[in-house]
């Protein structure tokens, strides 16, 4: 069985019959949305969801940046006050 990530749950049909409900109640807490009691999703407010691709591209951005740090060789001296 698989752990469940989240303090709240719901099954697929109570997500059917009034997801704005189901939204409201978890205040914005993220929600399990159960399949035969197994996690098949997860249901996260849009702010969270926003923040998290923001925080991966952060993420994504930090080890481009480290990659191109062991090529200081090729590096291209530029003055602040050239820019």
């Not at 069985?1 to 709240?8: G, K, N």
Request: some cysteine.
């Amino acid at each position: 069985m698989r752990q469940v990530l989240a303090e709240c749950s719901a099954s697929i049909s109570e997500l059917k019959k009034n997801p704005s409900a189901l939204i409201a109640e978890a205040d914005g807490s993220p929600v399990a949305i159960l399949n035969h009691n197994v996690p098949a999703a997860y249901l996260i407010p849009a702010e969270t969801y926003e923040w998290l691709m923001d925080t991966f591209d952060d993420h994504e951005l930090a080890k481009i940046v480290e990659e191109r740090r062991k090529d200081k060789s090729e590096a291209i001296e530029v003055s602040l006050n050239d820019l």
